[in-house]
C-alpha cells in the first residue's frame, strides 16, 4: 500500500512540474531570465525520465529558432554555455534534435565557433590556464552538440544528405582547433597545421579532457558514415590519425612509466566540487597506472614549478574520476582508429582498387598497444580484486567494462598489424599476455556485469593469441 501511495506522489509531483514548462518556455525568450528559464527547465526534463512526456510540450512551445539565433548575436559566454549545454542534451532525443536541424541550428554553431586559437591549452595534457574559459567550454558543448545531432539524424533518410554536408562544412572550418585540442605534451601544430615536437609539463583537468572526448566522439561519428569519410575528408584524416596516435601513446606510456617511477601527472582540482570530491576516500579500488598517477597529481599546487607539492599520494574520489576520464579519452581514441581499420579491412576483402596494403591507416606500434593492455588489465583486476566476495557497484562495473573495451579495441589493432604486416606474435609477449589474461579471468569469474564484455575480448584474444 505504501508503495502504490509513494508512486502516486511521484506521478503526481512529475505531473505538476510538467506543468511549468510552458511559462518556462516563454521566459526562455526573455534574455534576462533565458539562463534562470533554461536551468529550471533542465530540471523539469531530467526528473521527468520519459522523454514522451515533455518533448510535445516542448515542441508545442520552445522557441527553438529564438534560441538558436540568440547563439549567434554575442553576448555574455557564460549564457551560451548555458544555451549549448540545454541544446546538447536536447540533440541526444531524435525529437529534439529535429527540433534544432529544422530552426538551423547547424548554421548558428558556425557563426558562434569563433573562439580565438591562443585560448587553447595545447591539448588535454598541456593546458595552461588555471580554468577552462568560457569560451572554450561553448565551443567544446557545440562540437558536442553538432556530434549528438549527427548521430540522431545521420542515419535518417530525411536529413541524412543536409546533416552530412552541414557538418562536413563545420569540421573543414574547425580543422585545426580540432587537431589542436588532440595536442600531446609532446607533439603540437604549428598556424600551419604541421605537427611539430615540443615539451610540455603535464597538467590536465576534467575539462579538458572532457574537450579532448568530445572532439575525438565528434570525429568518431562523421568516419562511422563511410560515404563521408572516404569521398570527402579522407586525405584530411591522416592529420588526425596520426595526432590521434600520439596522444594514445602518451596515455599508454605514462600510465607504465610514471607509475613505475612514482611520479604523478598534475591534475589539481580546479573547481569548488572537485576540491570537496578530492577530500571524500576512494571507493573503486584502482591503485595503478592512471589511477596511481591522479592521485599523487591530485593533491599539487596549479602550474608548480616543481613536483614536490605533494600532500598525499592516496585515491581520492576525485582522482579516480580523472583517471577514468584518461581512460574515456583512451577508448574513444582506438575507436577512431578502429573504425577506420575496419573499413580498410572491409574493402581490401571487397577488393576495392584503392584498398592496398600501402594505403592501410596509420596504427599504433605494437609497444603502445601492449602498454594499454597491461595497464587495464591490471586496474581491472585491482577493481574486481577489491569487490571480492560481494557484486561490483555501477560505477566499479562501468569502469571495468570500459577498460576491457580498450583491451579488446587494443586487441583488435594488433590483429590487424598481424595480418597486413604479415608477422605473428613474440612468444615472449604471447606469454606474458597470456599470465596477465588468466589472472584477469580469475578475479573477475562470477561478475555477471562483465560477462558480456569478457565474451568479446575472449574472442579477439584467440584471435591474436590462438595458444591462449
Not at 501511495?5 to 512540474?17: K, P, S
Not at 595534457?125 to 577552462?132: G, L, N, V
Not at 561490483?392 to 580498450?406: F, H, N, P, R
Amino acid at each position: 500500500m505504501s508503495a502504490k501511495v509513494e508512486l502516486t506522489g511521484e506521478a503526481d509531483f512529475g505531473a505538476e512540474t510538467l506543468s511549468f514548462l510552458p511559462m518556462l518556455c516563454g521566459m526562455v525568450e526573455n534574455k534576462d531570465y533565458r539562463c534562470l528559464a533554461l536551468a529550471a527547465m533542465n530540471m523539469v526534463i531530467r526528473f521527468c525520465l520519459v522523454p514522451s512526456t515533455w518533448i510535445p510540450i516542448l515542441q508545442a512551445h520552445f522557441p527553438t529558432k529564438s534560441l538558436v539565433s540568440s547563439m549567434a548575436l554575442g553576448g555574455d559566454d557564460n549564457t551560451r554555455a548555458t544555451v549549448m549545454s540545454f541544446c546538447l542534451y536536447l540533440s541526444c532525443f531524435k525529437s529534439g534534435a529535429e527540433m534544432l536541424f529544422t530552426a538551423g541550428f547547424l548554421h548558428s554553431i558556425s557563426l558562434v565557433s569563433h573562439r580565438g586559437e591562443e585560448d587553447y591549452g595545447g591539448g588535454p595534457f598541456s593546458i595552461s590556464m588555471t580554468e577552462t574559459s568560457s569560451q572554450q567550454a561553448v565551443w567544446a558543448l557545440g562540437v558536442a552538440a553538432v556530434a549528438s545531432l549527427l548521430r540522431a539524424l545521420g542515419d535518417n533518410d530525411a536529413y541524412r544528405g543536409t546533416v552530412l554536408d552541414s557538418t562536413i562544412s563545420y569540421f573543414k572550418a574547425e580543422r585545426h582547433k580540432i587537431l589542436l585540442a588532440l595536442c600531446s605534451p609532446n607533439v603540437c601544430v604549428d598556424s600551419e597545421g604541421r605537427k611539430v615536437a615540443r615539451y610540455h609539463r603535464a597538467q590536465t583537468s576534467s575539462s579538458a579532457l572532457q574537450e579532448a572526448q568530445y572532439v575525438t566522439a565528434f570525429l568518431c561519428e562523421i568516419i562511422r558514415h563511410p560515404i563521408a569519410a572516404v569521398y570527402t575528408v579522407r586525405d584530411e584524416l591522416v592529420d588526425f590519425r596520426e595526432m590521434a596516435v600520439h596522444l594514445l601513446a602518451y596515455v599508454a606510456r605514462e600510465g607504465l612509466v610514471r607509475s613505475a617511477t612514482g611520479e604523478g601527472v598534475s591534475c589539481p582540482p580546479l573547481q569548488r566540487q572537485e576540491t570537496v570530491a578530492l577530500a571524500k576516500a576512494a571507493t573503486l579500488g584502482g591503485t595503478s597506472a592512471w589511477f596511481l598517477l591522479t592521485a599523487r597529481g591530485s593533491h599539487r599546487k596549479p602550474h608548480s614549478a616543481t613536483g614536490n607539492e605533494l600532500d598525499s599520494t592516496s585515491g581520492s574520489e576525485y582522482s579516480e574520476s580523472i583517471a577514468i576520464q584518461v581512460y574515456r579519452l583512451a577508448n574513444l581514441l582506438l575507436r577512431f582508429l578502429v573504425i577506420q581499420a575496419r573499413q580498410a579491412l572491409q574493402d581490401m576483402e571487397e577488393g576495392r582498387s584503392s584498398a592496398t596494403k600501402g594505403r592501410f591507416p596509420e596504427l599504433p606500434a605494437p609497444e603502445i598497444l601492449h602498454a594499454l593492455q597491461d595497464q587495464v588489465m591490471l586496474v581491472a583486476s585491482e577493481i574486481a580484486t577489491s569487490k571480492a566476495g560481494s557484486s561490483l557497484s555501477k560505477e566499479a562495473g562501468d569502469t571495468c567494462c570500459m577498460l576491457l573495451s580498450i583491451l579488446e579495441k587494443s586487441l583488435y589493432l594488433e590483429a590487424c598489424i598481424f595480418r597486413v604486416c604479415g608477422v605473428t606474435p613474440v612468444s615472449l609477449r604471447a606469454d606474458d599476455f597470456a599470465r596477465d589474461f588468466k589472472a584477469l579471468l580469475r578475479v573477475t569469474a562470477g561478475h555477471a556485469s562483465l560477462e558480456l564484455s569478457l565474451a568479446g575480448v575472449r574472442e579477439i584474444a584467440s584471435t591474436v593469441y590462438p595458444g591462449l
